[in-house]
Each structure stands twice: as structure tokens, then as C-alpha cells.
């Protein structure tokens, strides 16, 4: 059973705050991937990354950062939060065909 | 822009009844597409999918039907169920994108007693 982890299910956090959000796959999957969820903006690509210390810019990635230091771990790095990244971030793995498995979701308020 | 347009926010069904979700894409490089389901403050989870060589797939209660000329798919649940309440993603893929895939905005369904 794939199983997708994300550390904390909610946050609220000051804005200016250098803020991590931690995902954990225990599939060996290459790759990962980080979304945010907006209502009527449906889920938006911030990041991705196909292998350690690899990543790649997704379809907002301004404002976020990334590390990926070992297979198994992905985080998100907001350098300085704003109010406009409180949202619910979703973490992701994908087995073929495209099956994604994600985590339960972050909630970040920022205030 | 959006690539991958779910022009529904919300639809509600009666218990028993079809449940009908559409969707439509622009890009037609795209060629596997899925659905998701979300429970509030939960992840969403992989529901069905479509290769583009196929125009029906079905599993179950749920159908998913592509028309690549209009570029459109939709997701049939028969009979609806109240557990079936949820909101629900279509999302698509180019074969050699390795994974990424690009999502619609949602609709939310909500199947009634």
C-alpha cells in the first residue's frame, strides 16, 4: 500500500516566516511532485523532481523552493511566507499508468 | 490558461440517478486522461482513467468517455450514491511528460437521499 505523508495537517504561520512543508513516500518512486489546491482554480503544479537532488519548476513555482536530499523525502520551502500562499498543499507520487498517490494535505494559513 | 477546463463548479444529483461530469482540454498533445476524487481534508485519490486510443472505459459504476475531436471527456457514476458526494478532478498527460499532470479546476458533486 503506497503510502504519501505530509508532516503537518495544518499550519498558520506569520507572514515573512521561512516555512517547510515535509512529504514522505514509501514506495521507492523516483518521482514527486508538489501542488496547491484553490477553490475554482482546481490543483496547480509547483514543483516536481524525477530523482534526488534533481527538480523542476512547475506551473507556479514563484515564491516556493524545493529540496530533495534523499529518494524518499520532498519538502516545500516557502523562503518568505505571504498571505496569498494560504492554501492547501498536496503532496504526490506517481505509479504507472499515472496513478498518482497523494498525501493528506497541508493547510496553510498564512496571516 | 487553463488547459484542462471543468466548467461545472457543482452538480447535484438524486440518489440513484446518472451523475454526468464533463470536461474539456485544449492541448492536443494530451493523451491519458483521469479522474480524482477529494473528500473534504483529504487527498484525492485516483478514480479511472483513459488512454486516448480508447474512447470507453468503465469500472464498476463508473464510466469515462472520450471524444478526442471535441476534446472533451466525461465520467458517468450510475447509479449515484450519497457517498459519492465529493469533488471530483479530471486531469490529463503528454506520454513523454514523465508524470506531470495538469488538472482541472474541479466540480463538486453532491448526490441527495
Known amino acids: 500500500d503506497v503510502k504519501v505523508t505530509q508532516s503537518s495537517r495544518y499550519l498558520v504561520k506569520r507572514t515573512g516566516e521561512k516555512v517547510f512543508l515535509e512529504c514522505v513516500q514509501d514506495m521507492d518512486h523516483e518521482n514527486m511532485f508538489w501542488y496547491r489546491q484553490d477553490p475554482g482554480l482546481g490543483l496547480r503544479l509547483i514543483y516536481f523532481?524525477?530523482?534526488?537532488?534533481?527538480?523542476e519548476k512547475g506551473d507556479i513555482p514563484e515564491g516556493y523552493s524545493v529540496s530533495r536530499e534523499k529518494k524518499e523525502r520532498f519538502s516545500l520551502i516557502l523562503e518568505s511566507a505571504s498571505t496569498n500562499q494560504t492554501s492547501m498543499y498536496l503532496c504526490?507520487?506517481?505509479?504507472?499508468?499515472?496513478?498518482?498517490?497523494f498525501g493528506q494535505g497541508t493547510r496553510l494559513t498564512v496571516v | 490558461d487553463q488547459q484542462v477546463k471543468q466548467n461545472s463548479p457543482s452538480l447535484s444529483v438524486q440518489e440513484g440517478r446518472i451523475s454526468i461530469l464533463n470536461c474539456d482540454y485544449t492541448?492536443?498533445?494530451?493523451?491519458?486522461f483521469l479522474w480524482y476524487k477529494k473528500y473534504p481534508a483529504e487527498g484525492p485519490t485516483f478514480l479511472i482513467s483513459i488512454s486516448s486510443i480508447k474512447d470507453k472505459n468503465e469500472d464498476g459504476r463508473f464510466t469515462v468517455f472520450l471524444n478526442k475531436s471535441a476534446k472533451h471527456l466525461s465520467l458517468h457514476i450510475v447509479p449515484s450514491q450519497p457517498g459519492d458526494s465529493a469533488v471530483y478532478f479530471c486531469a490529463a498527460s503528454e506520454d513523454n511528460q514523465g508524470g506531470k499532470l495538469i488538472f482541472g479546476q474541479g466540480t463538486e458533486l453532491s448526490v441527495k437521499p
Open positions: 492541448n492536443s498533445m494530451f493523451d491519458y
Open positions: 504526490a507520487t506517481y505509479s504507472w499508468p499515472l496513478e498518482a498517490f
Open positions: 523532481s524525477y530523482d534526488v537532488k534533481m527538480k
